[in-house]
C-alpha cells in the first residue's frame, strides 16, 4: 500500500544543516493499523507530512497504491489526497465558521463523483458512526475537545480514503476522550479495512498498533509490535 | 474550475461572512458603501448645479433656441413676420419676443438703475415659467399698461438698512405702491407693482417687467423690432434640428442653441467639473480598492493556518481563492447596494432642500447610468483589490501555510 525508499528530508537553519529524516526505508501493508512513535524531533510528524503530501522530501521516493507521488503536479496531488487520503491533525483543524455536518461534508463536496443526495447520506451515516448526528448543526467552538476531534476524523473518513493520517490526535485531549478515539480509529480499521498511519507520543496507545515504528533523529530505530523488532501477524 | 468547486468556495465565503466577525463585515460593507457615495455624490451635485443653470438659462434667458439679431445690426426687425414664421415651424411650441431699455427707478428716498424688459406676456407663459414664479401680486396681463413686475431682489425688504443690503434694491416696494421708471429718452412713467416674482436665477431677478405695449408708449412708436426672440421648442424636439429648420426658412437673425450658448459661457466651468469628478472617482477608487486589499490581506494572514488545512484535505488552491474573491464580492454588492440607498436619500433631501446661492440653485443630479458607471467601476476596483490577496495566500505551500 505504501513503499517509502531511503527518504530524506533536509533543512537549513542559517549555516547549520538539519535531518528531519535521514534515510527511512519502509513498507505498510494495506488494512495496517501503524503507529509512529518517538521523542519530539524525532522525525514523526515530518515523515506523516511526506506520506501525506504536504510536504516535499529532499530526496528519495514515496509509492502510495503504486503511485509514484514525487512526479504528481501541484494539482494532482491534490486531487490525491482528496480522493485516497484522510487525515486528522492534532488540533482538529476544524473550519470554525462550517457546522459539524458542513465540516464532514466539505470533502465529498468537491469530489466530482458524488451527487448531493449521497454527500448527505454519507455524511450522515459517518456522523451516526461517531455518534454526533445530534449535533451536526452546531459549530465547531460548540463542542467539546474530544467531540471536535471525531468530527475531523468524520471528516477524514467521509470520502473513504484508502489511508488515514493522524498526527498526535489524542495530544489535546484527556485519558476517556483519548480511548474514545482509538477506539474508533480501531473500529474503522477492522471494518473498512482502511490504512492507518498514526503518529503518537504516548506509550499506552501501542495496544491499539499493529505495528510500531520509532523513529529517532530522523531513522527508524525499531519496527515491530510493541518496538521488539516483530512484526504483527 | 467546475461547478462544484465554485459552489463549495461560495458556501465558505457565505459561512465566513455570517459567521466569522460580524463588526468586520459590518465596517468593510459600511466603507465601500462611503466610497460609492464619495464617488457619486460630488459630480452628483457638480452635474446638478450644471444642469440647474441649464434649466435656469432655458427657462428665464434663451429658451431651447435663441435669435438674436445679424451681425452689424442692433435689432431682430420685421418682428410680426419673423415671429409668425417661426411659430408657424415644426417643433415650435412659441416664439416670443424681449426687447430691453435701461431705466432709473425712484422709490421714495431711493434711486436704482436696473434693466426694464418688454415682453408678450401671454407668450412668454409658454416660453418662461416665470408666470408660476409670483412671491406676490399677480403677473402681468397681455395689454397691462402703468403696471410692472419687479424681482424680489430688486424689491428689497423694508427691514433692512440700505447700507446692510447684500445688492442695492428699491428698499421694500409692495405690491400696489408706484415706482416712477425714467428712460434715457427723457420718457419717464409711473408704474403700479402688480407683482413680485422670484426664481432663484440671479439674472431674472434683477429685471423688471413691463408688458410690450407699455414699451411701445416709451419707445413712442409701434415696436416692431427686438433684442432677441426665444423659442421653446415642443417635447421630443431637439433644439438642433430647432436651429436647423430656423435657417433653412432663412429667419433674419443670428440663431443660436442653448447647447451653442452654454458652450461658450459655460464651457470652461463644465470642463473643470468634468477634471473634479475624474478625479474625485479616482480618490474614490483608490481609497476602496486599498482598503479591500488590507483587510482581504488581514483576512487571509490570519487565515493561512486554516487554508493550509483546507489545501490538505484536498481543497484545490483555486476554491480557496474563490472564497476569498466571492467574500469581497459579496461585501462590494452590499457596501455599492447601501451605497445607492444612502445616496438616493441624500438626492431625496436636496431635492426638498436645494442648495440656494444668489446666483443659482441645485440639487444631485444622477442618472440612472451614472449609478450603474460608478458601481461598476467600484465593483471592478474591489474584486482586483479582494483576489490579489487571495491569489498570492492561495499559492504558498502547504507547510509554510499551515506553520503560520
Known sequence: MIRIDNLKKLYHMGTVEVRALDGVTLDIAKGEFLGIMGASGSGKTTLLHMLGLLDEPSSGSILLDNTDVGKLTDYEKTMFRLYKLGYVFQDYALVPDLTVMENVSLPAMLRKDRDEEQIKADSYEILQKIGLCDRRDHLPRELSGGQQQRVSIARAMVNKPDILFADEPCANLDSENSRMVLELFREINEEFRQTIVMVSHEDWHKEYFHRIIRLKDGKVVSDGVNGNGEKAG | ?404
Open chain 2, 1 to 404: 474550475m467546475g461547478k462544484k468547486e465554485l459552489k463549495v468556495a461560495f458556501l465558505l465565503a457565505l459561512r465566513s461572512l455570517q459567521r466569522g466577525s460580524r463588526s468586520s463585515v459590518v465596517l468593510t460593507v459600511l466603507i465601500i458603501a462611503m466610497c460609492f457615495t464619495n464617488m457619486i455624490f460630488l459630480p452628483g451635485l457638480f452635474n446638478g448645479i450644471g444642469q440647474g443653470i441649464i434649466t435656469q438659462v432655458v427657462d428665464y434667458e434663451v429658451g431651447n433656441v435663441l435669435v438674436g439679431s445679424k451681425t452689424g445690426e442692433q435689432y431682430v426687425t420685421d418682428l410680426d413676420a419673423t415671429l409668425d414664421l417661426i411659430n408657424g415651424m415644426p417643433g415650435v411650441d412659441r416664439a416670443t419676443p424681449h426687447f430691453s431699455k435701461g431705466a432709473t427707478l425712484k422709490y421714495r428716498q431711493r434711486v436704482l438703475g436696473v434693466s426694464v424688459k418688454a415682453i408678450k406676456p401671454g407668450d412668454e407663459k409658454f416660453v418662461s415659467p416665470l408666470y408660476t414664479k409670483m412671491v406676490a401680486g399677480s403677473y402681468l396681463g397681455e395689454d397691462d399698461t402703468g403696471e410692472v413686475i419687479i424681482g424680489q431682489p430688486v424689491a428689497g425688504d423694508a427691514t433692512i438698512k440700505a447700507e446692510d443690503e447684500f445688492q442695492a434694491s428699491l428698499g421694500g416696494v409692495r405690491v400696489g405702491d408706484s415706482i416712477t421708471f425714467e428712460y434715457p429718452n427723457g420718457y419717464t412713467k409711473d408704474y403700479r407693482v402688480k407683482g413680485i416674482y422670484f426664481t432663484g436665477w440671479s439674472s431674472a431677478d434683477n429685471n423688471v417687467f413691463v408688458s410690450w405695449s407699455d414699451m411701445e408708449q416709451v419707445e413712442g412708436k409701434p415696436l416692431d423690432y427686438a433684442d432677441y426672440i426665444t423659442v421653446k421648442a415642443k417635447p421630443g424636439y431637439d433644439e438642433k434640428f430647432i436651429k436647423d429648420e430656423l435657417l433653412q426658412y432663412g429667419v433674419p437673425g443670428y440663431v443660436q442653441t442653448t447647447g451653442d450658448l452654454l458652450e461658450k459661457s459655460m464651457g470652461k466651468v463644465l470642463q473643470s467639473f468634468a477634471i473634479i469628478n475624474m478625479v474625485s472617482l479616482i480618490v474614490g477608487v483608490i481609497i476602496t480598492t486599498v482598503v479591500l486589499f488590507i483587510v482581504i490581506t488581514i483576512k487571509t494572514i490570519n487565515s493561512r493556518r486554516q487554508i493550509g488545512i483546507l489545501k490538505a484535505i484536498g481543497v484545490d488552491k483555486e476554491v480557496i481563492m474563490h472564497n476569498y474573491g466571492f467574500q469581497v464580492i459579496i461585501m462590494a454588492l452590499l457596501g455599492i447596494f447601501f451605497g445607492v440607498i444612502l445616496t438616493a436619500l441624500m438626492g431625496v433631501y436636496l431635492a426638498a432642500n436645494p442648495i440656494v446661492t444668489p446666483e443659482w440653485s441645485a440639487t444631485l443630479y444622477l442618472t440612472p447610468m451614472d449609478y450603474i458607471t460608478n458601481a461598476l467601476i467600484l465593483f471592478f476596483a474591489a474584486v482586483v483589490a479582494g483576489y490579489v490577496p487571495a491569489y498570492q495566500v492561495s499559492r504558498e505551500d502547504i507547510q509554510t501555510a499551515m506553520r503560520a
